[in-house]
């Protein structure tokens, strides 16, 4: 509990400060909150004195006990609304950081993190745990350290007037604390299912959503609801699991509690009776007996909450410390655009330590302003060089240099701002249009967008969209065909305009009545660049500088189309194949 | 439920004995001036009165709790499931329509808040409300008078925190908002996390999710600074019902309408009446909170299903048919506009037409993904209206571009198609769909878990395990949309392939998005802004359509090394076959040169 606690505690970091503030203020608004109760006792002693002795009261006295009371009253709500403009919004204030931080290593990660955590992990760690945290983090610290602060003034004072009666305070709240300590191990024991299980819901969720059409397609809702269903059966489970742990821990701590308070009148009668006590101060314990503890007694909840805590800020520590890959990147200006590969091989992990070799000992350049065309089977890994040199993934040996300096000197937003990516498979962002074109050129003008969208040959079907440029698109929005989606990409790499070009089967995806008009969209995008391209298309590769012909994850042959196809080989096949598969149905 | 409702008010009442207990101690010292040794077996009998019903309190307290959470728990699973089975059951437009952060907010998040209310509250909520009643009424026993200023606070504190709370439902609106907002901009940020790397450089983060973290942010700071000073003066003003006791209990005192022991117990009682009161307070909140959870829930409950007879109809014969199909996915602009179309029992037919032009719109309506705004779609004579939805999908095999690979392993994915095929069967439809090499390659083989097959094939490769799919499932009907991306030529060479094992014999119907695939076919319907404008084989087409043709020229433009016209007429399937086998060739020569 205390490890939660102090993890909260640095996990606020900075505001810290204005955390103990509030403790400080607490103090004070436990006493004004106990001392009605006193006021009342010691009034209540003195009309037991005045039956007992036939005398008269003060005729004041109510009004004087009015007047005390409503001061404690105003004392209090000037003490804990100091409290909360203080303390109450640090959890929201930290929240909102780590969401930022989060968001920020989240792009600096390599693609490889991705492949081993699942989404759901992720989601449910920026989501429902850090909502967890801004709501309960430091209200539960607050509980936990206010219910104490209130027991502790009430037992402070009972060893000033009865010693004895500040024992069993004392006693009672350490026994109390053992109960409090077991639920929290049995929270911290329990909880991380019911974690899992929610992220397993998350992932479900997602997986039954993204499943939606193919259920349908092929009527097999169940191989959909399955896996959803046995994630909500699993949560339930775990759930009450939690309950069956709690409650009687629950139960005891406040029966504890409970019991303490009755001993302490018990103990407060004697005194009473050996004439220690006063009997105003006695009739003080006897009010408090009932609500002396009631602070500690709720704070099982807190414990149970602590551990749940405890657990979301392992979770947010956990992904807020993956090693960006870019760690001991500089920001580096580049003044060349050059791509060499020196001798690069690289694994996938498979995150078990199992590795699967895809690239092995690759050398090339690929001078500025060139245009460089891979070609190879489906598999050979085309797509895992584009990646290293974006560097997505770190090479396992060799290095691969931009400009004459190894990608790994520079951080990510430096060596990614050279690049405009298009990739095979389009992502299209749930907003505007032209939001999703102008993403990655910030502060582009609406004039920009339309001339990048122009050049992209998509100005026209956006027009023709009842919104324009503001037509929201994105998962729901199936209003766009394929082709569309891609030209918008290709309008986003040309209004991000960087040196460098790296296309992904770009030209294999659009329609045919579009090819042409595409093609000069795309030569309009490579106009002057240094040009990547995993190539499909004949006349690309033709019209390529320098090829490079990858199999199994080596180059088995380079040079210019008129080269490799006048000597035999690799090349001169797979351009038959070619041949054939652009021709055969003609 | 009930049951836990019946515990918790026992254990309520039982929670009353000790301040009884507190009462007539207090009494007997009160009364006793010299001698209390006297008085001792009075007292200590309270003192085990008091700990006795504390501890049957708390076994009735423990007891309900166990109970109400079970109870509760398994509405929220209910709940869930049965906002699935919604889903699933929606069109999937209607499904579509919420987006995929607002969906896992409900079923994850929320759903969950309701917990608290349903566990605690409807059994607390009672038990407390009981609890301040009879301690009312306890307090109007001793004198009228004391009930009332014990009471005076509440009225007090609820008319400060209904002044300052009048916004509340619109700033909780405001905050559920947000809070979806930035739920939802997280999932997208996950999503596209490559677009993200590549595209956005310079800032923290990319804007819309700062931008989203900050509103929520700046949203709920306001909030609670605007509901501090009511909220803290009415928690100050509530819980001290001293405040009116103490004063209206001397002056009783002085009238001589009460004894001081009354008084004590007055001051007792107005004590344990806070817990209780503050509690009905705190759930102001938590009764929120279950009524918008619900209405969350509601949205998603309330989804219009897509109506289906429970019958199977009896079609006859694998035929499809369009007659003047108008549909739209929003109000306004029509997708297709009177579509009529026909294929015959074990006929190819192809669609063409620039992007957008609604070709991919009547697959997924074939494979009732949405319904028809007029007009009707009759597989054998039968509207796909009139026919179960498990019917329609065992009738048709609809590969879609974005075909999704479900949580488990590749193996189960393909027998999903059948889930009664064997292994073997399995095994054989991969094959048929040449999935093997592919798969072999893995580490984990048939095994490897989906997801991660996901990351590691490429878009063809997917596209070809979702056809083995749809090649064990064996269905009369299939309608195949060609992937627009991911379809560099010996991928395409071998879904063809595919294709053509999975359609032997079938209906095929396939919406291509490259002329070559479907020269072919025995119609061709070329489709243009969502309208069928010509019809008839490619040579005709070629001759009478004006769009067609510049669309083949543009597609032999495109390719340098077009060769001759398209006189070929070949069946679909023998070609793609051909063209495998000589790919094949090319690799086996490869790999032995």
Known sequence: MVRAYNKIVTWIGSLKGRLYGGFVLSIFTAMATALPTFISAWILGQLIDSARNGTRIDGNLAWVCLAAIAGCVAVRFALSYAKARIQESIGYERAAETRQEVGDILKRLPLGYYQHTSTGDILSTVTTNLNTLELEGVRQVDAALGSYIAAGVITAWLFVVSPLCGIVALVAIGVAILTLVGVNKMSARRSPAAKTATERLSGATVALYNGLGTAKSYGTSQAVRRPFDKAVEELRRARIDIEFGYTPLNVS?????????????????????????????????????????????????????????????????????????????????????????????????????????????????????????????????????????????????????????????????????????????????????????????????????????????????????????????????????????????????????????????????????????????????????????????????????????????????????????????????????????????? | MILAEVLSVASVFLGLVPFYAVYRIIEVVAATTDDIYASWDAILFWSVVSIASYVLQRVFFGLSTINAHISAYTILGTLREGVATKLMNASLGTAQDKTIGNLKNLVVDKIEKIEIPLAHMIPELSANLLLALAIAIWLAIIDWRIALSCLLTVPIGLLVMGLGMQNYYKMYDGYLKEQDRVNSVVVEYIEGIRVVKAFNQATNSYKKFSDAVSSFLKFTLSWMKSSWIPQHLAMSIIPTTLLGVAPVGILLFEMGDITAPEFGLSCVLALAVVTPVTYLGASFNEINLISYAIADAREFLD????????????????????????????????????????????????????SGSGKSTIARLIARHWDVDSGSITIGGVDVRSMPLSQLSDLVSYVSQDDYLLDGTLLDNIRMGRPDATEEEAMAAAQAASCEEFIKRLPQGWDTPSGEAGRMLSGGERQRVCIARAILKDAPIVVFDEATAFADPENEARIQRSVAQLSKGKTLIVIAHRLSTIVAANTIYVIEDGSVVAQGGHDDLLRECKLYSSMWEAHTGASTWAVGDGGASKAFASKAQEVDARWCAHTIRLSLG
């Open chain 1, 253 to 586: 701590h406040k029966l504890i509690l409970e019991i303490a308070s009755v001993i302490l009148v018990l103990v407060a009668t004697a005194g009473l009776v050996s004439g220690s006590l006063e009997l105003w101060v006695y009739l003080g314990i006897a009010f408090f007996s009932t609500t002396v503890f009631s602070g500690i007694g709720r704070l099982t909840d807190s414990a149970h909450m602590f551990a749940d805590l405890n657990d979301c800020l392992e979770r947010v520590e956990a992904l807020a410390s993956a090693t960006p890959i870019d760690r001991d990147g500089k920001d580096i200006r580049l003044d060349r655009y050059d791509i060499e590969f020196d001798d690069v091989s690289f694994s996938y992990g498979d995150g078990n330590g199992c590795e699967r070799q895809v690239i092995h000992g690759v050398s090339f350049s690929v001078p500025e302003g060139s245009t460089c065309a891979i070609v190879g089977p489906s598999g050979s890994g085309k797509t895992t060089l584009t990646s290293l040199m974006a560097r997505f993934y770190d090479v396992s040996s060799g290095a691969v240099r931009i400009g004459g300096r190894d990608v790994r000197e520079l951080t990510c937003d430096s060596l990614l701002c050279n690049f405009s990516m298009v990739f095979q498979d389009v992502y299209l962002f749930n907003d505007t249009i032209a939001a999703n074109i102008a993403f990655g050129a910030e502060g582009a003008t609406r004039g920009e967008v339309v001339e990048a969208a122009k050049r992209a040959r998509c100005h026209d079907f956006i027009s023709a969209l009842p919104n324009g440029y503001d037509t929201v698109v994105g998962k729901g929005g199936n209003t766009l065909s394929g082709g569309e989606r891609q030209r918008i990409s290709i309008a986003r790499a040309l209004l991000k305009d960087a040196p460098i070009v790296v296309l992904d089967e770009a030209t294999a995806s659009i329609d045919p009545e579009n090819e042409r008009q595409i093609q000069h969209a795309l030569d309009e995008l490579t106009r002057n660049k240094t040009v990547v391209v995993i190539a499909h298309r004949l006349a690309t590769i033709e019209n390529a500088d320098q090829i490079l012909v990858v199999d199994d994850g080596r180059i088995v042959q380079r040079g210019t189309h008129a080269k490799l196809a006048a000597e035999p080989g690799v090349y001169q096949r797979f351009v038959a194949i070619r041949k054939e598969a652009e021709g055969w149905k003609i």
């Open chain 2, 303 to 354: 989804l219009p299903e897509l109506p289906q007879p429970a019958e199977r109809a009896v079609p006859s014969g694998a035929e499809v048919k369009f007659d003047d199909v108008h549909f739209s996915y929003r109000e306004g602009k029509e997708a297709l506009s009177g579509v009529s179309i026909e294929a015959s029992s074990g006929s190819f037919v192809a669609l063409v037409g620039p």
